[in-house]
Structure formats: structure tokens, C-alpha cells
């Protein structure tokens, strides 16, 4: 079996979130028909793994064995320094059942506060995982990008704590950004370019 992706193949992605299937689409390139496990009305499975590529692996063959189709998951979350790299696989946990992310970087700035530290150093990590479906092969990558926290949060551009981050070598949040620049150097990004050389011709 061929791990390379063709032109037009059929992939599901193993995501709920709109934001999310529309950023990964755009890193696709256009290449693919991608379906959402959302769409499909694939339930979200229960995270159990406790790494960004556990999870990811958990997810794609979740939707894979689930669609008959081959599935594309990522898991990513904000690791803080200060905070022993939390919430890190827990991130989307932090923005409880209703997904307020608003919430979520309160939480992080009050437990930042909390240990009294000026240092606001944090990164994003990205894990993809391709898998085929009934029990086929996988391929798994990862991409970070550190940065700066700063609060109050700033702009309304992307989702999750993108207004809250400012990566390396910029003056601007990932909220504020225009999403093709986000795009071009985002955690996402760098794991898709491996992605990418593994798995496109």
C-alpha cells in the first residue's frame, strides 16, 4: 500500500470545530475533498492519550474506522513555561463544555499571576496523524512555534488563545494576524510542511 496522498482523495477530518476544518482546508491547499467528522455525525472520541500525538493517532483512526475513509486528525494546545507546560493537551479542556476560550485565557493569565513570574514565554504545539481505515497504516507529525503571552487579549482573528500569543520575531498576536500569514508560520503550518513531505507527491 501507497502512504502518498493523490490529488481530489477523500479525507475526513477528525474535527467538531468549524474554525479549525476551515484553517486546515486552507493548509491542504485546496488538494483534497475534506468532509468533517462533525458532518458526518462521527461523535469526538475520549482523549485518553496523554501527548499531543497520542491524541491525534486516537483521533484519526477513531474517524477512519468510523467513515470507511482515510482521516486526518490534529491535537494542539498552548504549553505556558511557567506553568510546567500546561494547559498544554488539556487547552480545549480549559475552555469547558461551551468552548470559552475567553475563559480559557483568563485562566491561563490567573494562574500566571498566581506564581508571581514575569516570564510570559509559552508554545504552541501541533500534532497531525493520518490513518487509514480499518487498522492501516499511520503517519504522525509535529510542529511547535514559541512565543510571547500577553494580556488582555488582542484581536478576533483565529480561535482558541490566538489572541493571547505573539510568536517569535513579531509584534502582533496570532488574533491579529492575517490568516495567511498565520498560516504560512503557524505550529499548524510547520507540522503540515512535514506532513506534507511524507505523505504528497
Known amino acids: ?11 475526513v477530518a477528525a474535527t467538531h470545530n468549524p474554525g479549525k476544518a476551515k484553517e486546515l482546508h486552507a493548509l491542504l491547499d485546496g488538494r483534497f475533498e475534506v468532509l468533517t467528522a462533525g458532518s458526518l455525525n ?13 491524541n491525534a493517532l486516537l483521533k484519526a483512526r477513531h474517524a477512519a474506522d468510523l467513515s ?14 511557567v506553568l510546567d507546560g500546561a ?12 468552548k470559552d476560550f475567553r475563559m480559557a485565557m483568563d485562566k491561563v493569565a490567573e ?28 503517519v504522525v507529525v ?14 478576533d482573528r483565529g480561535f482558541g488563545y490566538d489572541p ?23 505550529h499548524r503550518a510547520v507540522a503540515f510542511e512535514k506532513l506534507k513531505a511524507a505523505l504528497f507527491d
Open 111 to 138: 494562574r500566571i499571576e498566581e506564581t508571581g513570574s514575569e516570564d510570559r514565554s509559552a508554545w504552541f504545539t501541533c500534532a497531525l496523524a493520518v490513518a487509514w481505515p480499518n487498522g492501516g497504516p499511520a
Open 1 to 11: 500500500m501507497t502512504l502518498k496522498l493523490e490529488a481530489g482523495t477523500k479525507l
Open 164 to 186: 493571547i500569543f505573539i510568536p517569535d520575531g513579531y509584534d502582533q498576536t496570532f488574533g491579529e494576524m492575517d490568516p495567511a500569514a498565520k498560516d504560512a508560520m503557524s
Open 68 to 81: 470507511g475513509q482515510i482521516a486526518l486528525a490534529d491535537d494542539s494546545g498552548l504549553s505556558v513555561t
Open 42 to 54: 462521527i461523535p469526538e472520541p475520549d482523549e485518553t492519550e496523554t501527548t499531543f500525538v497520542g
Open 142 to 155: 509535529q510542529g511547535e512555534v514559541h512565543g510571547t503571552l500577553i494580556f488582555p487579549p488582542r484581536g
Open 87 to 98: 494547559p498544554g493537551i488539556y487547552s480545549a479542556r480549559w475552555a469547558g463544555p461551551e
